[in-house]
């Protein structure tokens, strides 16, 4: 069974860092894209970013390219997504998704973030 | 980067009755790469259709996805309870990826 759990969402001050990790089982994870998917509170879903099994291909939604970055570890079989300079905008429940360069039909149950002084 | 606009934001009917749901993008989606999701409170997502028209290992085929170019549609033959839900279209075509807004398939 492929399962998906997302860690490492909390409370931030805007300006600031977090790291979300996802750890990955029931399926060989260093071959498909991962990706990452954001919904704010109450909003539809959001495409943040995606990596390829290698991690040597990433894209970015426009709204995160410069302060967000995507990784794996495949001998860790865990996702990342270091977000930096964190905005108001980035509150949300943050989705672990995978196992397609675009179709995404593995989903985690998300970690909510939350950006507020 | 690829806008797609879902209709109508809310649709009501009944058990039994078909529903169907309409995804506009805003240029051609290459290869019809486009994918069709169910999501209900407090879940994630649940994959239903992929390739425009492909259902998801285990989705009923009470789900049926049509369309090409820049016009997509979910069909529900018959509503069951289950599937009152929100539906979101998604594209893949480019390396940007984006849903659509949502369709929340509410009972009438």
């Known amino acids: 069974e492929v399962q998906l759990v997302e860690s490492g969402g909390g409370l931030v001050q805007p300006g600031g860092s977090l790291r979300l990790s996802c750890a990955a089982s029931g399926f060989t994870f260093s071959d498909p894209w991962m990706h990452w998917v954001r919904q704010a509170p109450g909003k539809g879903l959001v495409w943040v970013s995606r990596i390829n099994g290698d991690g040597s291909v990433t894209h970015y939604a426009d709204s995160v390219k410069g302060r967000f970055t995507i990784s794996r570890d495949n001998a860790k079989n865990t996702l990342y997504l270091q977000m930096n300079s964190l905005k108001g905008e980035d509150t949300a429940v943050y989705y672990c998704a995978g196992r397609g360069s675009g179709k995404i039909d593995s989903w985690g149950q998300g970690t909510l973030v939350t950006v507020s002084s | ?108």
């Open chain 2, 1 to 108: 980067e690829i806008v797609l606009t879902q209709s109508p934001g809310t649709l009501s009917l009944s058990p039994g009755e078909r529903a169907t749901l309409s995804c506009r993008a805003s240029q051609n989606i290459n290869n019809n790469y486009l994918a069709w999701y169910q999501q209900k409170p407090g879940q994630a997502p649940r994959f239903l259709i992929y390739d425009a028209s492909r259902r998801a290992t285990g989705i009923p085929d009470r789900f049926s996805g049509s369309g090409s170019g820049t016009d997509f549609t979910l069909t529900i033959s018959r509503l069951e309870p289950e599937d009152f839900a929100v539906y979101y279209c998604q594209q893949y075509s480019i390396s940007s990826l984006s849903f659509g807004g949502g369709t929340k398939l509410e009972i009438k």
